[in-house]
């Protein structure tokens, strides 16, 4: 992850999970700038093996 003010690469200070993903604090080793991002987790694509696990999962619930 590039700092916003100087482009240069930051360190994570700590990760803390939330609802849905992660934040990270972290510092830039060059302008010493501290900040905080956001991850979210959004599932793309899935092997299709799983999916096929997935609905039979569903299947067995009804
Ligand atoms: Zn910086």
Known sequence: ???PICESKSQVLDSR???????RNREC???LTRFT???TL???SM???LIQKYHEKEEGCI
């Open 17 to 23: 999970p939330e609802k849905k993903g992660i934040r």
């Open 1 to 3: 992850m590039k700092c």
């Open 42 to 44: 959004v599932i793309r």
């Open 47 to 49: 092997d299709k093996h």
């Open 29 to 31: 080793k060059e302008c």
């Open 37 to 39: 991002t956001h991850e």
